[in-house]
């Protein structure tokens, strides 16, 4: 199996902001590679898919980056409305979709 | 408008069994995919499998074969979870999602609100 882990766990910081999560994957997985986020007590929400490409009305502050093993979330400038949860999830091997332990990002 | 609706919330017993519901509407439900992810209280999210509603192609993932049983009825659009012998661990919230083709990668784009599974004596 694939293991997915995030890093950090969790993470502290301030509207304004410049934030980079990172997922590593236990194999290469090339560019499959999604991102989500959620809020408390929500379902979770598609931000990214195929390691860099925006899903439609995701604020263009949201960018992913990378491909094979080492993979990044980075958000431009935190918004009140970014404080959330964030996972990211491999689609290489085939329908068995593992995610990463999650990145909880707070209000420092 | 897409979306998935799920069934309400349960309350069950150990050993009981549960059926979660997940209806689709606003696309054609027999040409997508539909997973079901795990989320334990407090924990991340948990691949559990998929089936495809038009050929019912089912995969699980390795911990739950045999724990749990999925199946559609294309007929009214809806896809099933069902867990037998339900023990305290079964707790959580279940959440199904669409698996859309993007670019020729897999995504979960359209998810359900969740249902919310306790289990306790």
């Known amino acids: 199996d694939i293991q997915m882990t995030q890093s950090p766990s969790s993470l502290s910081a301030s509207v304004g902001d410049r934030v980079t999560i990172t997922c590593r994957a236990s194999?290469?997985?090339?560019?499959?590679l999604n991102w989500y986020q959620q809020k408390p007590g929500k379902a979770p929400k598609l931000l990214v898919y195929?390691?860099?490409s925006l899903e439609s009305g995701v604020p263009s502050r949201f960018s992913g980056s990378g491909s094979g093993t080492d993979f990044t979330l980075t958000i431009s400038s935190l918004q009140p409305e970014d404080f959330a949860t964030y996972y990211c999830?491999?689609?290489?091997?085939?329908?068995?979709?593992?995610f990463g332990q999650g990145t909880k990002l707070e209000i420092k | 408008e897409v979306q998935l609706v799920q069934s309400g919330a349960e309350v069950k017993k150990p050993g009981e069994s549960l059926r979660i519901s997940c209806k689709g509407s606003?696309?054609?439900?027999?040409?997508?995919?539909i997973a079901w992810v795990r989320q334990m209280p407090g924990k991340g999210l948990e691949w559990m499998g998929l089936?495809?509603?038009?050929?019912?192609?089912?995969r699980y993932s390795p911990p739950f074969e045999g724990q749990v049983t999925i199946s559609a009825d294309k007929s009214i659009s809806t896809a099933y979870l069902q867990c037998s012998s339900l023990k305290a661990s079964d707790t959580g919230i279940y959440y199904c999602?669409?698996?859309?083709?993007?670019?020729?990668?897999?995504?979960?784009?359209?998810w359900g609100q969740g249902t919310t599974v306790t289990v306790s004596s």
């Open positions: 999830q491999q689609t290489y091997t085939t329908f068995l979709y593992t």
């Open positions: 194999q290469r997985i090339w560019m499959f």
């Open positions: 606003g696309y054609s439900f027999t040409n997508y995919y």
């Open positions: 089936i495809h509603p038009g050929d019912s192609d089912i």
């Open positions: 195929a390691a860099s």
């Open positions: 999602a669409r698996l859309q083709t993007m670019r020729g990668y897999y995504a979960m784009d359209v």
